[in-house]
């Protein structure tokens, strides 16, 4: 009987060892959308609370498109982690593509600001200076290639 346990453990080890296993999987469904050739991550650095959610938009390679409504092609959130949090989505392909973060705090899945200062936390793509309004499109957008492309989002904090 030990032996049988030691074997059906060895050989769930080297599954996941060599990556054939769940583990495989798992990271498959980590991503939003469905699996194909593109597959951007997002690394959300400064976050400051694992309360809420954070909340990443992906815009295509149109800037008329860009932090408009119903412009964005994904919108998805995933628990935040602090002090970073790991964002994944399939693309469609490699192209040129715009992100835009929140972090959600209060998770009302809305960006709490007003006219004057911003109450939750924001980045994007790039991590252009922001000072009174969006930042425009060609600071932002980015050339996402086949297989795996990262970013890192820096949150501007209050």
């Not at 599954?15 to 583990?23: N, S």
């Not at 798992?26 to 690394?43: F, M, N, R, S, W």
């Not at 990443?56 to 935040?80: I, M």
């Amino acid at each position: 009987m030990i032996a049988i346990i030691t074997r059906r453990t060895a050989a769930l080890a080297a599954l996941l060892f060599c990556g054939l296993g769940p583990a495989s999987t798992v990271q498959a469904q980590d991503c939003e959308g469905t699996p194909g050739g593109a597959k951007l991550i997002i690394q959300v650095d400064g976050v400051r609370s694992t309360k809420g959610e954070m909340t990443a938009s992906l815009y295509p390679g149109d800037k008329s498109q860009f932090l408009v409504a119903n412009g964005a092609l994904k919108v998805w959130r995933t628990s935040a982690q602090t002090p970073t949090t790991r964002m994944c989505i399939w693309l469609k392909g490699p192209g040129t593509y715009a992100v835009a973060v929140y972090h959600d705090a209060n998770s009302n899945q809305k960006w709490d600001h007003s006219l004057v200062g911003y109450f939750e936390d924001f980045g994007f793509s790039n991590n252009p200076t922001v000072l009174f309004s969006q930042p425009p499109y060609d600071k932002v957008k980015f050339q996402a290639h086949a297989g795996e492309t990262t970013i890192h989002v820096r949150l501007r904090n209050r």
